[in-house]
């Protein structure tokens, strides 16, 4: 799991504190994949969100 601790009022912004990074060592240029992401705030709020990550070209 992941987590982000960032007390700003953006959610979802961690710019400041609280990064993290992803990476997949050794990934071919074709190969990707997608990263599904549930967050919750400190509120209770849950929301859920994905993203593709590919090797560079």
């Known amino acids: 799991s992941l987590s982000s601790t960032n007390y700003?009022?953006?959610?979802?912004?961690?710019?400041?504190?609280?990064?993290f990074k992803?990476?997949?060592?050794?990934?071919?240029?074709?190969?990707?994949?997608?990263v599904i992401v549930t967050m919750q705030d400190m509120y209770g709020n849950i929301w859920t969100d994905n993203f593709t990550v590919s090797a560079p070209e």
């Open 8 to 19: 700003s009022s953006n959610y979802g912004d961690a710019e400041v504190s609280g990064d």
């Open 22 to 34: 992803l990476y997949a060592k050794g990934c071919a240029r074709e190969q990707s994949a997608t």
